[in-house]
């Protein structure tokens, strides 16, 4: 109310601009609208990045899960309370993914604030992913939407018109940012089908230690064979290792893949006695590069992620080459490392 007030004096006294900025204070946003800039907290650092792209330099936001920790077990220090506090929305990915978390900010968030679940609004729950390592009994379904673009802009959609709802001066900017974001992401798309194409289909088949790629399999004709890791994120069996190795042996996939987070000397074992290659650089929330740095993005993770399948299944991936992923407004985000 305060910040309403404030704008109609400048309306209608028109006092010097230079006043008024003293007068009403604590805008420091470089925000062209006159209204106080909005306060955005984010779990993992895709959300973080998506989120940066649509608010660019109008809205502030603070990630809360570290790059590089294991994010489905990851609990927020009792210290984020504070945080949370000056907080007008947090954004999680939901689907299960950040319960520790979404309760620590239902304790602490101011009683205009809201929590927006951009996953969980993304995707109708009869097309949740359940599977290796987020099996139904689990009850937590597979969260990895954003590793698959078409929910990545999905969640960009509910950024904007979360932004736009509670900063209607800037409404235009972030509907600018969004038509930028996805003007880009439908030329990654394009880029990415082009290369899977260099692959037969009977090629695109993934053994990941991480089960992050449920999504993003259906929509882009992959097969998913199977995921390492167990849900409760320890190794498998000594006899679970075993069927797996068969099951590479069978599939006669040139690689599987780990996991940059998850270092496992399990699947490191299973290429070895399966004769296939050991790819242990995926990610699926790590960003590349360092804050600041045009990999060190959504799009920059998962441009990394399809660049590193094509070529490790055999395929070309020069048309996914040529696309430089990148940021379409200046990201200001603070990502904890
Ligand atoms: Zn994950």
């Not at 109008?58 to 899960?65: A, D, H, L």
């Not at 929590?115 to 995707?123: H, R």
């Not at 409760?232 to 599987?256: C, H, M, R, S």
């Not at 242990?280 to 590349?288: A, F, I, K």
Request: with cysteine.
């Amino acid at each position: 109310m305060r910040d309403r007030i404030c704008r109609l004096a400048v309306l209608v006294v028109l006092v010097p601009f230079a006043a008024v900025v003293a007068g009403c204070g604590s805008d420091d946003s470089g925000s062209s609208g006159s209204g106080k800039q909005l306060v955005v907290g984010t779990t993992v650092a895709p959300i973080t990045s998506i989120a940066a792209n649509i608010g660019g330099d109008k809205v502030k936001i603070t990630g809360i899960v570290p790059e590089g920790t294991n994010s489905h077990t990851f609990e927020p220090k009792p210290s984020v309370a504070e945080l949370m506090a000056g907080l007008d929305v947090l954004f999680v990915n939901g689907l299960k993914l950040e319960e520790p978390t979404k309760e620590l900010a239902e304790e602490n968030l101011s009683d205009d604030a809201e929590i927006v679940e951009v996953g969980t609004k993304s995707i109708p729950e009869s097309e949740y992913a359940y599977d290796f390592s987020f099996p139904k009994s689990g009850g937590k379904p597979n969260p990895h939407l954003w590793t698959d673009p078409k929910y990545a802009l999905k969640y960009a959609e509910i950024m904007r018109d979360t932004f736009s709802e509670r900063d209607p001066d800037n409404a235009d900017y972030f509907r600018g940012n969004y038509d930028k974001f996805k003007v880009k992401v439908d030329e990654f798309d394009k880029a990415m089908r082009t290369s899977f194409a260099t692959l037969p289909r009977a090629k695109r088949k993934l053994l990941t230690y991480h089960d992050a790629y449920a999504y993003f399999a259906k929509d882009y004709g992959w097969d998913v064979i199977g995921a390492i890791q167990v849900s409760d994120f320890e190794d498998p069996t000594p006899k679970e290792v075993a069927g797996l190795i068969d099951q590479v042996k069978e599939t006669n996939v040139p690689a599987i893949f780990g996991s940059e987070v998850f270092p496992s000397p399990v699947l490191k074992q299973i290429g070895k006695e399966a004769k296939v290659k050991y790819v242990d650089v995926l990610r699926d929330d790590d960003l590349p590069g360092e804050p600041g740095d045009d990999e060190h993005s959504w799009m920059g993770l998962m441009h990394f992620d399809y660049v590193t399948m094509t070529e490790s299944l055999g395929g070309d991936a020069s048309a996914l080459k040529a696309f430089k992923p990148g940021n379409v407004a200046p990201d200001k985000a603070e990502y904890p490392q």
